[in-house]
C-alpha cells in the first residue's frame, strides 16, 4: 500500500507503473472517485509486509512517496533546521518522472547497505564557506584580488587543485601550488578551525551514531590533505575514533571526481564498492561516487538542487540535519525499519491530515488520532505512556551504571571525569586500539619547530627507512620521567638497528614551553635522544594524544602503526619495535642510516667547567665548616670546606650510575639526592630514583663504617646502630 501526496489525501492500491504516473500526474481530480474506495484497508496477519499495528498508525506511518526524492524532506522532518520547503507543481511533476524511470532502472529494489562514506568539507563540517574565506586569504597575500565565488567550481577537488584552479582561471605567474597549500593551511587552521569552533552541521553526529548503531560501518573520504580533515574533525567537536576509517587526499594522485578514494575507503572497510553509500555535497563528489557504482546522497549545502540534479544523484537532501536512517538503508520512508514516529509528530501529523481531508473523516476517527497520540511507540512498535518510557529508561540507565561501577569498582576509584570520558569516547587507545582496517595516518613533522641533541629532521629524508618511537612528555610530569630508563633500554637494545627514539616536549603549562628550561630538562636528565619542542602542541593534536606520556610508533614509510598512554609499557614497547623492525626487514624498506647527534651535554660550556653536574640536595656540618653534596648527576656524593670552597673527598668515584654498596672508591649511586648528616653518629642517608626497595630505606653498613673510618670518630655500640638503622 502507498500513500500519495496531493491537495486531498487518499490512498490507493500499488498498481502499474502506467497507472501510477497518470495518477501523479494529474492529481486526485482525474480520480476523484477512487479518493475514499479503499480508505479503510483490512490487514491480512498473514502478510508479512505489514506487522500487527493499529488502524490509525497505520494509516499514519505507512509508506510514502515524495516527489523525486527531492530537497524537501518527509513529513515530519527529523532534526530539520527549518521550515520544509515547497515545491511548485511543475517541478512536483518533473521530480515524480525523475523518481519513477529511477524506480524502472533500479526495478523497485534498494538494494542493502553496509558502509556509510561521509565527506567532510560541506557534511559533516560546514567548512566550505570558511576554505574559501582562507583561499581568498592566501591569494591576498600574492596580491592577487579573488571572491569566495571563484572557488566554487572547485569545491570537493582537493586543496591543491582548490587553489590552482583559481590560478590559472586569473592567469598568476609563477603559481606554486605546494607552498599555496601550505600558506592555506596556516591560515585556515589559525583563523577558521579552531577545536570545538562549532562548524560541525546540526545532526551529524546524530546520524553517525545512529548508522553505527545499525551495524553499518562509517568513514570519512575526503579530498582533502589529512592535516585538514583532522582540524575539521576537532573544531566540529567529532572525535575520529567515532569512524572505522578516515581517508584522506595525501595518499592518491587522482582524486574527486575519479572514484579512488571511495574504492579505498571501501577496501579498508571491506565491504563491496555496491554496498557503500556516500554523502556529498560536490559534484565531484556525486561523479565520484558514480564512478565507484555506490549509491549517493547529495545535501545542497554548498550547490542548488538543478545544479546537483545534473550528476544524477539517488537522493537530493537539504543537509545531513535532514537525512533519515531509512534514506540509507532503504532510499527514502519505510515502514521495514520499524522506527516509530514521535508522538508530537503523529500528533502534527494527525490534525494535518484532519483539516485536509475537509471533514471527510468521522469525529470517532478523529478522537481515534487523538487517543494515538497520546501514547509513544518504543523498542520497535511496543506501546505506553511518555511517563512510562521515561521511568523505564531512567530506571535502566541507573541499573547499568550501578552495573558498571560495581563491575569495575578498583579502576572508579581512580577514574577521573576526564578519564572517564575518554573512556566512553574511546580516545584512549591501546597498542592494538586501531580499528581493524583502519587507515594508517602519514606522520609529518612541521618545519618550523626547535630541536635539540639534533638539527632539524624530516621523515621524508633523515627518519626514512626507520622505524620511529616518539615519546610525548614534558619535564614536569613525574610519570614521563619513570618512562625514561624504558626508553634508554630499548636505544641500547636496538643501537644497531634502524631504530631511533624523539622526544616531543609537549608543556603542560605556558612555563614549560621556553626552550631553555627545556634544554635544561634534556641536561638533567642526561637524555640523549632528539627531542623537538611542540610548544603550540601541534603534534599533539595532530595524533590525537591525551596524557602524558604517549608513545607513538612510526613506520619506516613514515605511516602510524601503535599508540599508548601511560608508563609500565616497556615489554610492549619492546615487542612491537621488534616485529616492526622483522615485518619491514622482510619488505627491505630499511635504512640503517646513523642520525647526526649534536648532544647539548657536549655543547654547553656550564657543564664543562663546573665541578658540579646538577647538584640535587646539601647536609651542612657547621661544628667542623663542612657540606656534603650530593652531585646528582656525577651520581657521587662530595664533602668540601664550607667556607673556602676546597675540595675534600668524594664518595662513588666512578661516576656510573649504580646502587652497590662498597667503599668511598667503590660504591656507586644512582642520581643521589636528599643528605642527612649527625654529628655524632657520622652517616648519609641517600634518597634516589632507585634506593627505595620493598618500602624501606636501604643504609650501605659498608659504607657507613668506611665513612667512620676515614673521619676518625668513634664508633658508637651495635646496639645503638642497629638501633639506628631500624629508625
Given at each position: 500500500m502507498e500513500v500519495a501526496r496531493s491537495p486531498h489525501i487518499y490512498f490507493h492500491r500499488r498498481d502499474s507503473t502506467s497507472a501510477k504516473r497518470a495518477r501523479r500526474k494529474h492529481g486526485a481530480a482525474a480520480h476523484h472517485s477512487e479518493r475514499f474506495t479503499h480508505f479503510f484497508p483490512k490487514l491480512p496477519s498473514e502478510n508479512p509486509n505489514f506487522p500487527p499495528l493499529s488502524r490509525v498508525v497505520f494509516l499514519l506511518l505507512r509508506p510514502r512517496t515524495y516527489p523525486a526524492k527531492t530537497l524537501a524532506p518527509p513529513l515530519p522532518a527529523r532534526r530539520s533546521g527549518g521550515a520544509v520547503p515547497r515545491v511548485s507543481p511543475p517541478q512536483q511533476e518533473q521530480r515524480v518522472e525523475e523518481e519513477i524511470a529511477r524506480e524502472e532502472a533500479n526495478g523497485g529494489e534498494w538494494g542493502k547497505v553496509s558502509a556509510v562514506l561521509f565527506d567532510m568539507d560541506g557534511v559533516l563540517c560546514n567548512s566550505e564557506e570558511p576554505?574559501?574565506?582562507?583561499?581568498?586569504?592566501?591569494?591576498?597575500?600574492?596580491?592577487?584580488?579573488?571572491?569566495?565565488?571563484?572557488?566554487?567550481?572547485?569545491?570537493?577537488?582537493?586543496?591543491?587543485?582548490?587553489?590552482?584552479?583559481?590560478?590559472?582561471?586569473?592567469?598568476?605567474?609563477?603559481?606554486?601550488?605546494?607552498?599555496?597549500?601550505?600558506?592555506?593551511?596556516?591560515?585556515?587552521?589559525?583563523?577558521?578551525?579552531?577545536?570545538?569552533?562549532?562548524?560541525?552541521?546540526?545532526?551529524?553526529?546524530?546520524?553517525?551514531?545512529?548508522?553505527?548503531?545499525?551495524?553499518?560501518?562509517?568513514?570519512?573520504?575526503?579530498?582533502?590533505?589529512?592535516?585538514?580533515?583532522?582540524?575539521?574533525?576537532?573544531?566540529?567537536?567529532?572525535?575520529?575514533?567515532?569512524?572505522?576509517?578516515?581517508?584522506?587526499?595525501?595518499?592518491?594522485?587522482?582524486?574527486?571526481?575519479?572514484?579512488?578514494?571511495?574504492?579505498?575507503?571501501?577496501?579498508?572497510?571491506?565491504?563491496?564498492?555496491?554496498?557503500?553509500?556516500?554523502?556529498?555535497?560536490?559534484?565531484?563528489?556525486?561523479?565520484?561516487a558514480k564512478a565507484a557504482r555506490m549509491r549517493c546522497v547529495a545535501v545542497t549545502t554548498t550547490l542548488t538542487y538543478e545544479e546537483l540534479q545534473q550528476a544524477s544523484p539517488s537522493l537530493i537532501r537539504k543537509d545531513i540535519g535532514n537525512v533519515l536512517l531509512n534514506d540509507i538503508l532503504y532510499g527514502g520512508p519505510s515502514g521495514r525499519n520499524g522506527r516509530m514516529q514521535n508522538p508530537q509528530n503523529i500528533s502534527s501529523l494527525g490534525k494535518s491530515s484532519s483539516e485536509q481531508l475537509n471533514g471527510a473523516l468521522s469525529t470517532d476517527?478523529?478522537?481515534?488520532?487523538?487517543?494515538?497520540?497520546?501514547?509513544?511507540?518504543?523498542?520497535?512498535?511496543?506501546?505506553?505512556?511518555?511517563?512510562?518510557?521515561?521511568?523505564?529508561?531512567?530506571?535502566?540507565?541507573?541499573?547499568?551504571?550501578?552495573?558498571f561501577t560495581i563491575s569495575n569498582w578498583k579502576a572508579m576509584q581512580y577514574a577521573s571525569p576526564k578519564g572517564l570520558l575518554n573512556f566512553f569516547k574511546g580516545n584512549n587507545r591501546s597498542i592494538l586500539g586501531q580499528n581493524e582496517g583502519a587507515l594508517l595516518q602519514m606522520f609529518r613533522v612541521p618545519p618550523n619547530l626547535d630541536w635539540l641533541n639534533t638539527a632539524p629532521l624530516r621523515f621524508r629524508t633523515d627518519l626514512k627507512g626507520k622505524v620511529v618511537l616518539l615519546d610525548f612528555w614534558t619535564y614536569c610530569c613525574i610519570n614521563c620521567m619513570h618512562v625514561l630508563p624504558d626508553l634508554e633500554y630499548l636505544e641500547k637494545k636496538y643501537s644497531n638497528k634502524p631504530f631511533t627514539v624523539i622526544g616531543v616536549h609537549s608543556a603542560k603549562f605556558d612555563n614549560e614551553k621556553d626552550l631553555e628550561a627545556i634544554r635544561n630538562a634534556v641536561l638533567r636528565y642526561n637524555i640523549t635522544h632528539p627531542v623537538v619542542n611542540d610548544g603550540d602542541m601541534y603534534l599533539w593534536r595532530e595524533l590525537g594524544v591525551n596524557s602524558w606520556p604517549t608513545f607513538v610508533i612510526i613506520g619506516p614509510n613514515g605511516k602510524i602503526l601503535a599508540q599508548l598512554a601511560g608508563e609500565g609499557h616497556r615489554k610492549d614497547l619492546d615487542d612491537f619495535v621488534d616485529a616492526s623492525l622483522q615485518f619491514y626487514g622482510e619488505k627491505n624498506p630499511l635504512e640503517n642510516n646513523p642520525i647526526p647527534l649534536a648532544l647539548e651535554k657536549d655543547n654547553d660550556g656550564r657543564l664543562i667547567t663546573s665541578p658540579l653536574k646538577f647538584p640535587g640536595k646539601l647536609a651542612i656540618d657547621a661544628q667542623n665548616n663542612r657540606l656534603f653534596i650530593s652531585d646528582s648527576n656525577h651520581n657521587r656524593i662530595v664533602s668540601g670546606c664550607r667556607f673556602e670552597g676546597t675540595f675534600i673527598t668524594q664518595i662513588g668515584s666512578t661516576g656510573e650510575e649504580g646502587l652497590n654498596d662498597g667503599?668511598?672508591?667503590?660504591?656507586?649511586?644512582?642520581?643521589?639526592?636528599?643528605?642527612?648528616?649527625?654529628?655524632?653518629?657520622?652517616?648519609?642517608?641517600?634518597?634516589?630514583?632507585?634506593?627505595?626497595?620493598c618500602g624501606r630505606l636501604i643504609l650501605s653498613m659498608r659504607l657507613y663504617e668506611h665513612w667512620l673510618e676515614m673521619e676518625q670518630k668513634v664508633l658508637t655500640t651495635k646496639e645503638e646502630d642497629e638501633e639506628l638503622l631500624r629508625s
Amino acid at each position: 500500500m502507498e500513500v500519495a501526496r496531493s491537495p486531498h489525501i487518499y490512498f490507493h492500491r500499488r498498481d502499474s507503473t502506467s497507472a501510477k504516473r497518470a495518477r501523479r500526474k494529474h492529481g486526485a481530480a482525474a480520480h476523484h472517485s477512487e479518493r475514499f474506495t479503499h480508505f479503510f484497508p483490512k490487514l491480512p496477519s498473514e502478510n508479512p509486509n505489514f506487522p500487527p499495528l493499529s488502524r490509525v498508525v497505520f494509516l499514519l506511518l505507512r509508506p510514502r512517496t515524495y516527489p523525486a526524492k527531492t530537497l524537501a524532506p518527509p513529513l515530519p522532518a527529523r532534526r530539520s533546521g527549518g521550515a520544509v520547503p515547497r515545491v511548485s507543481p511543475p517541478q512536483q511533476e518533473q521530480r515524480v518522472e525523475e523518481e519513477i524511470a529511477r524506480e524502472e532502472a533500479n526495478g523497485g529494489e534498494w538494494g542493502k547497505v553496509s558502509a556509510v562514506l561521509f565527506d567532510m568539507d560541506g557534511v559533516l563540517c560546514n567548512s566550505e564557506e570558511p576554505s574559501r574565506m582562507a583561499a581568498v586569504d592566501v591569494f591576498a597575500e600574492m596580491g592577487v584580488s579573488v571572491t569566495v565565488e571563484d572557488f566554487v567550481p572547485f569545491m570537493g577537488t582537493g586543496e591543491a587543485n582548490f587553489l590552482g584552479g583559481v590560478a590559472s582561471a586569473k592567469g598568476v605567474i609563477g603559481f606554486d601550488p605546494e607552498a599555496a597549500k601550505k600558506r592555506f593551511f596556516e591560515i585556515y587552521l589559525d583563523k577558521y578551525a579552531k577545536p570545538n569552533s562549532g562548524i560541525g552541521f546540526p545532526g551529524a553526529l546524530e546520524l553517525i551514531m545512529e548508522c553505527k548503531r545499525a551495524g553499518l560501518k562509517v568513514a570519512v573520504a575526503s579530498s582533502a590533505d589529512r592535516i585538514k580533515v583532522d582540524a575539521n574533525l576537532a573544531a566540529a567537536g567529532l572525535p575520529a575514533s567515532l569512524f572505522d576509517a578516515i581517508v584522506s587526499a595525501d595518499a592518491f594522485e587522482n582524486l574527486k571526481p575519479a572514484p579512488d578514494i571511495f574504492l579505498a575507503a571501501s577496501k579498508i572497510l571491506n565491504v563491496d564498492p555496491s554496498e557503500c553509500l556516500v554523502i556529498e555535497d560536490a559534484l565531484a563528489g556525486v561523479q565520484a561516487a558514480k564512478a565507484a557504482r555506490m549509491r549517493c546522497v547529495a545535501v545542497t549545502t554548498t550547490l542548488t538542487y538543478e545544479e546537483l540534479q545534473q550528476a544524477s544523484p539517488s537522493l537530493i537532501r537539504k543537509d545531513i540535519g535532514n537525512v533519515l536512517l531509512n534514506d540509507i538503508l532503504y532510499g527514502g520512508p519505510s515502514g521495514r525499519n520499524g522506527r516509530m514516529q514521535n508522538p508530537q509528530n503523529i500528533s502534527s501529523l494527525g490534525k494535518s491530515s484532519s483539516e485536509q481531508l475537509n471533514g471527510a473523516l468521522s469525529t470517532d476517527f478523529a478522537q481515534e488520532i487523538n487517543a494515538e497520540s497520546e501514547k509513544g511507540h518504543f523498542l520497535g512498535g511496543l506501546q505506553g505512556s511518555r511517563r512510562d518510557i521515561l521511568r523505564y529508561g531512567s530506571l535502566g540507565i541507573a541499573v547499568s551504571s550501578l552495573i558498571f561501577t560495581i563491575s569495575n569498582w578498583k579502576a572508579m576509584q581512580y577514574a577521573s571525569p576526564k578519564g572517564l570520558l575518554n573512556f566512553f569516547k574511546g580516545n584512549n587507545r591501546s597498542i592494538l586500539g586501531q580499528n581493524e582496517g583502519a587507515l594508517l595516518q602519514m606522520f609529518r613533522v612541521p618545519p618550523n619547530l626547535d630541536w635539540l641533541n639534533t638539527a632539524p629532521l624530516r621523515f621524508r629524508t633523515d627518519l626514512k627507512g626507520k622505524v620511529v618511537l616518539l615519546d610525548f612528555w614534558t619535564y614536569c610530569c613525574i610519570n614521563c620521567m619513570h618512562v625514561l630508563p624504558d626508553l634508554e633500554y630499548l636505544e641500547k637494545k636496538y643501537s644497531n638497528k634502524p631504530f631511533t627514539v624523539i622526544g616531543v616536549h609537549s608543556a603542560k603549562f605556558d612555563n614549560e614551553k621556553d626552550l631553555e628550561a627545556i634544554r635544561n630538562a634534556v641536561l638533567r636528565y642526561n637524555i640523549t635522544h632528539p627531542v623537538v619542542n611542540d610548544g603550540d602542541m601541534y603534534l599533539w593534536r595532530e595524533l590525537g594524544v591525551n596524557s602524558w606520556p604517549t608513545f607513538v610508533i612510526i613506520g619506516p614509510n613514515g605511516k602510524i602503526l601503535a599508540q599508548l598512554a601511560g608508563e609500565g609499557h616497556r615489554k610492549d614497547l619492546d615487542d612491537f619495535v621488534d616485529a616492526s623492525l622483522q615485518f619491514y626487514g622482510e619488505k627491505n624498506p630499511l635504512e640503517n642510516n646513523p642520525i647526526p647527534l649534536a648532544l647539548e651535554k657536549d655543547n654547553d660550556g656550564r657543564l664543562i667547567t663546573s665541578p658540579l653536574k646538577f647538584p640535587g640536595k646539601l647536609a651542612i656540618d657547621a661544628q667542623n665548616n663542612r657540606l656534603f653534596i650530593s652531585d646528582s648527576n656525577h651520581n657521587r656524593i662530595v664533602s668540601g670546606c664550607r667556607f673556602e670552597g676546597t675540595f675534600i673527598t668524594q664518595i662513588g668515584s666512578t661516576g656510573e650510575e649504580g646502587l652497590n654498596d662498597g667503599t668511598f672508591d667503590s660504591a656507586s649511586f644512582n642520581r643521589p639526592q636528599g643528605l642527612a648528616y649527625n654529628p655524632k653518629r657520622i652517616f648519609c642517608m641517600l634518597r634516589t630514583l632507585k634506593i627505595m626497595l620493598c618500602g624501606r630505606l636501604i643504609l650501605s653498613m659498608r659504607l657507613y663504617e668506611h665513612w667512620l673510618e676515614m673521619e676518625q670518630k668513634v664508633l658508637t655500640t651495635k646496639e645503638e646502630d642497629e638501633e639506628l638503622l631500624r629508625s
